[in-house]
């Protein structure tokens, strides 16, 4: 997949472990250059040493995109380095307590709302201006990363699940709304990640439950068609697709991306 996206610009809103990781260092592959946000700016630093590797440029801007102003400058600073923003990753997110629905309490669902909501709609709109200037056809694209707690319902996801949801909702109407100025904007909706954080968590359930971290692996992957977890490089090449010139005519569809777990 190298120079799928060859000149292009991308901002990536959310640079943890794992997927974070995954998107920028694939993107670079790609030939990307990387405008990078998150709130720690160490993290930053240390992915955009992986571009750098990889011979592409990166811009690290500490922001907490649930602040206004921080978001605004994200924007100003990202085309006073590049002059252009052809993707936006909105991949930042937080996850309100496992509790069912009715038991979270109400500033908890309103924080989740802002990170995994209102952020992504600010960003989105925040670099709307660029993404439709965008020099090169057929225009800019927008990827919510979602999850396939779209599709569950076990009362500890519920409130995940609210803002996924609202997310996914979002993603759909901006989809209708930017596409008459050329901008796409679509959804990936992985399963659980084969990547550290999940690897830890397995490992916690098979101490838990005096099983092995394997078992713990075959139970959580028996539900899919393939009978594997994809890993963050599987699931950042399909959100870096829908970025890319090959989905030209793709928009306003979620994506799943989960080895077989959920379909018709």
């Not at 629905?101 to 709609?121: C, F, G, H, K, M």
């Not at 968590?201 to 971290?213: K, L, M, P, V």
Request: hydrophobic share 45%; proline share 5%; glycine share 8%.
């Amino acid at each position: 997949m190298t120079g799928l996206l060859d000149g292009k610009v991308v901002v990536l809103s959310g640079v943890g472990p794992g997927l974070g990781r995954s998107l920028g260092e694939q993107a670079a592959l790609m030939g990307a250059d990387l405008v990078l946000a998150s709130r720690t700016e160490k993290r930053l630093q240390k992915m955009a040493g992986v571009i750098e590797e990889h011979g592409r440029r990166a811009l690290v801007v500490p922001t907490d995109i649930t602040d206004e102003d921080a978001r605004r400058h994200l924007v100003e600073a990202a085309l006073e380095e590049f002059g252009r923003v052809d993707v936006l990753l909105n991949n930042a997110f937080g996850i309100p307590p496992m509790d069912p629905l009715t038991q979270i309490p109400l500033d908890a669902l309103r924080l989740a709302q802002e990170s995994n909501v209102y952020a992504p709609l600010r960003l989105s709109a925040l670099f709307a201006d660029a993404l439709a200037a965008t020099p090169d056809k057929p225009g800019g694209a927008i990827v919510m990363i979602n999850s396939a707690v779209l599709y569950q319902s076990q009362p500890e996801f519920a409130g995940y699940k609210l803002s996924k949801g609202a997310l996914a909702h979002l993603a759909s109407s901006l989809a209708t709304e930017l596409g008459p100025r050329g901008i796409r904007v679509n959804s990936v909706a992985p399963s659980y990640i084969y990547e550290d954080v999940n690897k830890a968590y397995f490992d916690w359930i098979a101490s838990e439950s005096g099983r092995t971290h394997q078992e713990v692996y075959d139970e959580k992957a028996a539900p899919t068609d393939l009978k594997r977890l994809a890993t963050p490089e599987e699931v950042a090449r399909a959100v870096l697709f829908l970025g890319s010139d090959l989905a030209s005519a793709v928009t306003g569809t979620v994506l799943n991306v989960d080895c077989g777990e959920f379909h018709d």
